[in-house]
């Protein structure tokens, strides 16, 4: 059970880091044709939305790596059923949602 625990977070964890790949490319396609359009309120906002997408495709790169670390070093170690055992308690943690809810703006 365990197993299928660190499973499931890898495929959330992946779901999540393609979607900010995703959204990073409609930023920068959105940043540059705001430079194109000289439009600077756009292109900073933009830029803003931009670092909040690139530390989202970090957060979800470096959760990748750890679920793939956690699936792949226990059995390699001999400490397999052991981790696997402890992973069970992954069930009980809350998930993050696939795209985080965007924050009110800013009057």
Do not use: H, K
Not at 65 to 81: F, K, M, Q, S, Y
Not at 96 to 107: D, S
């Amino acid at each position: 059970m365990g197993l299928f625990a660190l499973v499931g977070r890898l495929f959330r964890s992946l779901l999540r880091l393609g979607l900010a790949a995703a959204e990073a490319t409609v930023v920068a396609g959105q940043i540059d044709s705001s430079a194109r359009r000289g439009d600077l309120t756009a292109l900073a906002e933009g830029r803003a939305q931009e670092r909040g997408v690139r530390r989202a495709r970090l957060l979800a790169g470096l959760l990748t790596v750890l679920w793939v670390a956690l699936l792949v070093v226990p059995p390699v170690v001999g400490w397999g059923r052991e981790g696997y055992a402890a992973a069970v308690l992954l069930w009980l943690l809350p998930r993050q949602p696939l795209r985080p809810r965007n924050a009110p703006a800013e009057a």
